[in-house]
């Protein structure tokens, strides 16, 4: 278990292309970490909502949401809301964020406006000092960004400390992956020097198709060490489970999604002592 004061570490889940693993990633690695024993937050930063409906938060209860945090109205524990999983909150999206990038657009730090947020919110709990329940001091910040290098996903890597991206073992897997690193590239030289590629995490693994197993071992030959050893397997559990808006680690906790989930948090905690020993 991690102690009250470290800071959170904050991992943008980004990639452009659409339906790889993004969302299902987040819920499933955040459960995961979770269940640990971190005290984990989801920022939902997808217009679409996906993660805060997979989590089984309905819409009444986004009365609030990351809109309001990103233009200002309202501070990051105004909009949390507690999740079915113990120690796993979710500061949910809605549609209002389709907007927000052209009503930011002319501020000079619309880039940094959920570092600022989460920012204050660390300092504002950091005061409470774990005896506010509703304000938890995270160790885990999952930020789950929309399929585009927009406004929002630059959001989300100005805050991070790393990017990890869920990759989909498909033919044109690593199409569009050099356009993904490079905008890495560019908010670290320009926002955020910090920033790191936390870890390539292969998703939807077929083992009876022989170009998943073709797309592994080319996107392991490019990338290295930069691929988590963990593959997630492509496991019909794992998209029945937002339906009934849980993760698939409660819905069916012994499907092959579900420990591959658990292997890859395992993996997630033993590289971040590796790469920020000092907060281990
Ligand atoms: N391991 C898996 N096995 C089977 N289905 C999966 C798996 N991972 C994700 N899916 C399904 O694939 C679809 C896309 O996944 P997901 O929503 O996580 O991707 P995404 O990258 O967040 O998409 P978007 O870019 O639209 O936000 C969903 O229907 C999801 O349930
Ligand atoms: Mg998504």
């Not at 233009?71 to 209002?96: K, M, N």
């Not at 869920?166 to 955020?192: H, I, M, R």
Request: hydrophobic content about 40%; proline content about 5%.
């Amino acid at each position: 278990m991690s102690s009250m004061s470290k800071s959170p570490r904050i991992l943008a889940l980004a990639n452009q292309k659409g339906g790889v693993g993004k969302t299902t990633t987040a819920i499933n690695l955040g459960t995961a970490l979770a269940a640990i024993g971190e005290r984990v937050l989801i920022v939902d930063l997808d217009p679409q909502g996906n993660a805060s409906t997979g989590l089984g938060i309905d819409h009444k209860s986004r009365k609030r949401s990351t809109y309001d945090v990103l233009v200002g109205d309202a501070t990051l524990d105004q909009v949390l809301v507690e999740t079915s999983v113990p120690r796993l909150w979710v500061a949910p999206s809605t549609l209002d964020l389709l907007g927000v990038e052209l009503e930011i657009a002319s501020s000079s730090d619309r880039a940094f406006r959920l570092k600022q947020a989460v920012r204050a919110y660390m300092a504002a709990a950091a005061a409470f000092n774990g005896d506010r329940e509703d304000m938890p001091q995270f160790s885990y910040i999952l930020v789950d960004c929309p399929p585009s290098l927009n406004l929002l996903t630059i959001n989300a890597m100005a805050a991070a400390n790393s990017v990890l991206v869920p990759l989909q073992c498909e033919f044109f897997a690593l199409e569009g992956l050099s356009q993904l690193l490079s905008t890495v590239d560019q908010v670290k030289a320009t926002l955020n020097p910090g920033l790191s590629i936390h870890g390539i995490v292969l998703t939807m693994y077929d083992p009876r198709n022989n170009l998943s197993g073709q797309v592994v071992a080319d996107v392991r030959e490019h990338m290295g060490d930069a691929v988590y050893d963990t593959v997630i397997p492509r496991n019909v559990r794992m998209s029945e489970a937002p339906s009934y808006g849980k993760p698939a680690l409660l819905y069916d906790l012994k499907c092959s999604g579900s420990q591959a989930y658990l292997k890859l948090a395992s993996e997630v905690i033993q590289r971040e002592r590796r790469i920020r020993p000092e907060a281990a």
